[in-house]
């Protein structure tokens, strides 16, 4: 911790007077963080008024393509009165973006930005592949359907034009939705989001008809592979969120439902429902609160098979959670409950036509599981419908009311623009060309504390490790992206991180929001991300990143493309993406909340599935709080996470995939094993999804582990064998694991590298699920 000297104290304050000019000479003397906005209230989001430098490198018409565009520059009026259809859709898809026909492109990406107004919309606004709507943040913008509005949704994430699991990058936030002026018999919708990885949905606020039988919806989403979302209010309507996704998690959902037909979360398709964790839920006036019906198929008799519900508040709603059949055994139907309140909720968990599995009333439900549960190294799992033991969670990582704490993506809402430094202004270039390296180490060097540090849209090569400095905050545009390269990160016997976040012991805020991190490759010793900065006394989730990502390979300027890391492997060597994706070091704690780790199994521009070698994951050696909301890592090759020497963590829910050429070849090959980062043994023949070792107050709320190959052949999905084993946690760790759903490895729980759990009892539609694994 570092003492503020009095003249430290002084700058901050001319800061805080808009005279932060005044400071920027003065170098690393600078260094408390800008605390607070100095923007008057009436003044428009900084995002507006800021200058507007981002670009798009790869893109065919480099100097002529605008990454930000304000939809009133297209022609929106925002009036409540005019059309805006048209102009708004003007704004998404000018510049020739991946929209019909295109499936996926990484070279066109866009922030379309909506002023304070109300926009009269009467068909779909589209929102293309790569794009970030974003309303001003200060002075929600409102999006309000016509009476006569025709089409599936005000926002469709994929008309069709995408594939529903690599429908990646997208995110909306800030908007006031209101479909309540369609009548009431129209499935009016407000969000059709179709989605994958590294998408959110942001601080939105849904307003449908309060009429009795209406067919309003807030979000209807059929399938997909998400995701994350928070902080969304639904008023009214038949269903506030009607969805099936392969896996999602929700965190801070508020549903106030005036139509008491109706019910706030409809989740109907099992086969497509993997994992739901949901997070911080109040439920007020509906007649069901989660209603897990059989729709998309006839064989499940729950339409989720993992759901995990964390902290929730329920009242005069007469049935919490219901399913279309009871819950039979070794079959369907896995259900976890914990911190349940309920307030006149005399059903909390029933069954359509009436029978009630458990009774509700004014009561608060500690802990309570439907499904099989393991525990130790009993392969032999128990089906309950009963309390369970409380779920142990670590003190740290809870808020004032013993919830999990959970924290909103920073958006700096009432910063004046002076409060925010580009870095293109500073001399970066973000051309996908130019070392980079310098003009950003400047720009944290000097900044770092005084303003907020703003990547403007592009590609910024560094050919050297950065270091935040404790005590920053970072905004990027569209996923500004962060590409290592060149000898510096070149060996894998001597690893060296992209980006340092703050130094070994250091605290402090340090946030970073809309950011990718990647490499440009071989670059077997990056490390792309090593975190080590720690939350002061006092401010939770101070250290953290949100809707920020570490993707590797498979996209323009990576150098790890399809024509040159093609399935064969002929690449070798120079496939190489990364050593370690995310380090989460020993002094470090973290709140990662919407982060993908991707190193590609296919090309985003080229098309084609691809070889690409990253040898880790995330590793954690933090002893917390870390907070992983929503996050994922997939096709590493030694493992996708692996916990060591760590403790008190919150994981939910977290997805993993395993390299698609596994076993072609063994793990940990192309690397070798590294002692001084600890990897786990090797499981046989693949990577691990989770591998924990001597670490305490571990809990996994939610988990989709997933290994869908072998060689690129899929035979192995039939007799869920793409590989043995798949967690692993050794003796010494305190670690508890609810709502797992795995596919096709064939021990879903290992301990000390033993298979404990077999998939064959936990079968249910297209994943495996264990209800529960704990220690004893
Ligand atoms: C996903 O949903 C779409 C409907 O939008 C459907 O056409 C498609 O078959 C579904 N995909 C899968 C894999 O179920
Ligand atoms: C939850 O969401 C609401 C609505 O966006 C917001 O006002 C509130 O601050 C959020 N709470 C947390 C803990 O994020």
Redesign the pocket.
Same mark, same amino acid.
């Given at each position: 911790m570092h003492l503020i000297s009095s003249s430290t104290i002084f700058l901050h304050f001319l800061t805080l007077l808009g005279l932060g000019a005044l400071v920027s000479g003065l170098g690393s003397q600078c260094s408390a963080p800008v605390t607070s906005g100095t923007a008057a209230p009436s003044a428009p989001f900084w995002m507006e008024q800021i200058q507007h430098q981002g670009s798009a490198p790869f893109n065919s018409n480099p100097g002529g393509y605008q990454v930000f565009r304000n939809v009133k520059d297209f022609g929106a009026k925002g009036d409540g009165v005019t059309d805006d259809t048209a102009a708004i859709n003007a704004a998404i898809s000018s510049g020739n973006r991946c929209g019909n026909g295109c499936g996926q492109s990484t070279i066109s990406p866009a922030v379309v930005y909506f002023p304070q107004g109300t926009y009269l919309v009467s068909t779909p606004i589209v929102s293309y592949f790569y794009t970030q709507l974003i309303g001003d943040a200060k002075h929600m913008p409102s999006l309000v359907a016509n009476p006569n509005f025709q089409g599936i949704a005000v926002i469709d994430a994929d008309p069709?034009w995408y594939v @529903?699991q690599n429908n990646f990058y997208h995110s909306i936030r800030n908007f006031h939705i209101d479909v309540s002026r369609m009548p009431t018999g129209a499935s009016a919708t407000g969000i059709h989001w179709?989605v994958s990885q590294a998408t959110s949905l942001i601080n939105i606020v849904f307003q449908m008809s309060t009429a009795a039988g209406n067919a309003h919806q807030g979000i209807w989403m059929? @399938?997909g592979s998400g995701g994350f979302m928070g902080d969304l209010v639904f008023n009214g309507g038949k269903f506030g969120m009607w969805v099936g996704n392969q896996q999602f998690t929700v965190r801070n959902i508020t549903v106030n439902n005036a139509n008491t037909a109706h019910s706030s979360i409809q989740q109907v398709y099992g086969l497509?429902n993997w994992g739901w964790t949901f997070q911080g839920v109040t439920i007020n006036n509906c007649q069901v609160g989660f209603d897990l019906a059989t729709g998309g198929t006839t064989q499940d008799n729950q339409g989720v098979q993992g759901e995990a519900i964390i902290d929730a508040v329920v009242t005069n709603t007469p049935i919490f959670v219901r399913s279309s059949q009871p819950s039979n055994g070794a079959l369907r139907g896995s259900l976890v409950l914990n911190n349940i309140k309920l307030n006149n909720v005399p059903t909390a968990v029933g069954v359509v036509g009436g029978a009630v599995v458990l009774n509700g009333g004014t009561t608060t439900i500690n802990s309570w599981a439907q499904g099989n549960v393991y525990t130790g190294t009993n392969a032999n799992g128990r089906f309950i419908q009963s309390n369970i033991a409380a779920i142990n969670k670590a003190g740290s990582l809870l808020d004032s009311s013993g919830r999990i704490f959970g924290k909103t993506h920073p958006q700096y809402a009432n910063y004046a623009p002076g409060q925010f430094i580009s870095v293109k202004s500073q001399g970066a270039k973000g051309d996908g060309q130019t070392d980079d390296t310098a003009a950003i180490q400047a720009v944290f060097d000097k900044f770092a504390g005084c303003r907020v540090i703003f990547f403007d849209a592009g590609v910024y090569v560094v050919t050297n490790t950065i270091t935040i400095p404790a005590g920053t905050q970072v905004v990027g545009e569209a996923w500004s992206t962060i590409l290592g390269t060149g000898n510096a990160f070149f060996d894998y016997n001597n690893p060296k991180p992209v980006i340092q976040a703050g130094t070994s012991g250091s605290q402090g805020v340090l946030e970073i929001s809309d950011m990718i991190f990647s490499t440009r490759g071989p670059t077997a010793g990056a490390i792309v991300l090593e975190w080590n900065v720690h939350d002061p006394a006092g401010q939770q989730g101070a250290a953290g990143t949100w809707d920020t990502h570490i993707i590797l390979g498979g996209k323009i300027g990576t150098n790890l493309q399809a024509n040159n890391c093609p399935t064969s492997g002929s690449g070798g060597n120079n496939c190489f993406a990364a050593f370690l994706a995310l380090h989460l070091t020993p002094s470090s704690s973290a709140y990662l909340e919407g982060l993908w780790v991707w190193t590609a199994d296919h090309d985003l521009d080229q098309g084609p599935q691809v070889d690409i070698y990253t040898g880790r994951g995330i590793m954690s050696e933090s002893q917390g709080p870390v907070w992983m909301i929503g996050t994922a890592s997939e096709h590493n090759i030694l493992y996708q996470y692996s916990l060591v020497n760590a403790q008190n963590h919150y994981m939910g829910l977290i997805q993993t995939e395993t390299p698609y050429f596994q076993p072609n070849p063994v793990p940990p090959a192309p690397f070798i094993p590294n002692a001084a980062y600890k990897d786990p043994s090797l499981g046989p023949g693949a990577a691990w999804a989770l591998a924990v070792s001597n670490s305490q107050v571990i809990l996994v709320f939610g988990a989709g582990l997933y290994s869908f190959f072998q060689n690129y052949g899929q035979a192995c999905l039939n007799t869920f064998n793409c590989q043995q084993q798949i967690v692993n946690i050794d003796s010494g760790s305190t670690v508890a694991i609810y709502s797992l759903s795995t596919v096709a490895s064939q021990y879903q729980i290992s301990v000390n590298g033993q298979g404990i759990v077999p998939n064959s009892a936990n079968r249910a539609g297209f994943a495996q699920t264990v209800t529960s694994w704990t220690r004893s």
């Amino acid at each position: 911790m570092h003492l503020i000297s009095s003249s430290t104290i002084f700058l901050h304050f001319l800061t805080l007077l808009g005279l932060g000019a005044l400071v920027s000479g003065l170098g690393s003397q600078c260094s408390a963080p800008v605390t607070s906005g100095t923007a008057a209230p009436s003044a428009p989001f900084w995002m507006e008024q800021i200058q507007h430098q981002g670009s798009a490198p790869f893109n065919s018409n480099p100097g002529g393509y605008q990454v930000f565009r304000n939809v009133k520059d297209f022609g929106a009026k925002g009036d409540g009165v005019t059309d805006d259809t048209a102009a708004i859709n003007a704004a998404i898809s000018s510049g020739n973006r991946c929209g019909n026909g295109c499936g996926q492109s990484t070279i066109s990406p866009a922030v379309v930005y909506f002023p304070q107004g109300t926009y009269l919309v009467s068909t779909p606004i589209v929102s293309y592949f790569y794009t970030q709507l974003i309303g001003d943040a200060k002075h929600m913008p409102s999006l309000v359907a016509n009476p006569n509005f025709q089409g599936i949704a005000v926002i469709d994430a994929d008309p069709g034009w995408y594939v @529903n699991q690599n429908n990646f990058y997208h995110s909306i936030r800030n908007f006031h939705i209101d479909v309540s002026r369609m009548p009431t018999g129209a499935s009016a919708t407000g969000i059709h989001w179709q989605v994958s990885q590294a998408t959110s949905l942001i601080n939105i606020v849904f307003q449908m008809s309060t009429a009795a039988g209406n067919a309003h919806q807030g979000i209807w989403m059929e @399938n997909g592979s998400g995701g994350f979302m928070g902080d969304l209010v639904f008023n009214g309507g038949k269903f506030g969120m009607w969805v099936g996704n392969q896996q999602f998690t929700v965190r801070n959902i508020t549903v106030n439902n005036a139509n008491t037909a109706h019910s706030s979360i409809q989740q109907v398709y099992g086969l497509w429902n993997w994992g739901w964790t949901f997070q911080g839920v109040t439920i007020n006036n509906c007649q069901v609160g989660f209603d897990l019906a059989t729709g998309g198929t006839t064989q499940d008799n729950q339409g989720v098979q993992g759901e995990a519900i964390i902290d929730a508040v329920v009242t005069n709603t007469p049935i919490f959670v219901r399913s279309s059949q009871p819950s039979n055994g070794a079959l369907r139907g896995s259900l976890v409950l914990n911190n349940i309140k309920l307030n006149n909720v005399p059903t909390a968990v029933g069954v359509v036509g009436g029978a009630v599995v458990l009774n509700g009333g004014t009561t608060t439900i500690n802990s309570w599981a439907q499904g099989n549960v393991y525990t130790g190294t009993n392969a032999n799992g128990r089906f309950i419908q009963s309390n369970i033991a409380a779920i142990n969670k670590a003190g740290s990582l809870l808020d004032s009311s013993g919830r999990i704490f959970g924290k909103t993506h920073p958006q700096y809402a009432n910063y004046a623009p002076g409060q925010f430094i580009s870095v293109k202004s500073q001399g970066a270039k973000g051309d996908g060309q130019t070392d980079d390296t310098a003009a950003i180490q400047a720009v944290f060097d000097k900044f770092a504390g005084c303003r907020v540090i703003f990547f403007d849209a592009g590609v910024y090569v560094v050919t050297n490790t950065i270091t935040i400095p404790a005590g920053t905050q970072v905004v990027g545009e569209a996923w500004s992206t962060i590409l290592g390269t060149g000898n510096a990160f070149f060996d894998y016997n001597n690893p060296k991180p992209v980006i340092q976040a703050g130094t070994s012991g250091s605290q402090g805020v340090l946030e970073i929001s809309d950011m990718i991190f990647s490499t440009r490759g071989p670059t077997a010793g990056a490390i792309v991300l090593e975190w080590n900065v720690h939350d002061p006394a006092g401010q939770q989730g101070a250290a953290g990143t949100w809707d920020t990502h570490i993707i590797l390979g498979g996209k323009i300027g990576t150098n790890l493309q399809a024509n040159n890391c093609p399935t064969s492997g002929s690449g070798g060597n120079n496939c190489f993406a990364a050593f370690l994706a995310l380090h989460l070091t020993p002094s470090s704690s973290a709140y990662l909340e919407g982060l993908w780790v991707w190193t590609a199994d296919h090309d985003l521009d080229q098309g084609p599935q691809v070889d690409i070698y990253t040898g880790r994951g995330i590793m954690s050696e933090s002893q917390g709080p870390v907070w992983m909301i929503g996050t994922a890592s997939e096709h590493n090759i030694l493992y996708q996470y692996s916990l060591v020497n760590a403790q008190n963590h919150y994981m939910g829910l977290i997805q993993t995939e395993t390299p698609y050429f596994q076993p072609n070849p063994v793990p940990p090959a192309p690397f070798i094993p590294n002692a001084a980062y600890k990897d786990p043994s090797l499981g046989p023949g693949a990577a691990w999804a989770l591998a924990v070792s001597n670490s305490q107050v571990i809990l996994v709320f939610g988990a989709g582990l997933y290994s869908f190959f072998q060689n690129y052949g899929q035979a192995c999905l039939n007799t869920f064998n793409c590989q043995q084993q798949i967690v692993n946690i050794d003796s010494g760790s305190t670690v508890a694991i609810y709502s797992l759903s795995t596919v096709a490895s064939q021990y879903q729980i290992s301990v000390n590298g033993q298979g404990i759990v077999p998939n064959s009892a936990n079968r249910a539609g297209f994943a495996q699920t264990v209800t529960s694994w704990t220690r004893s």
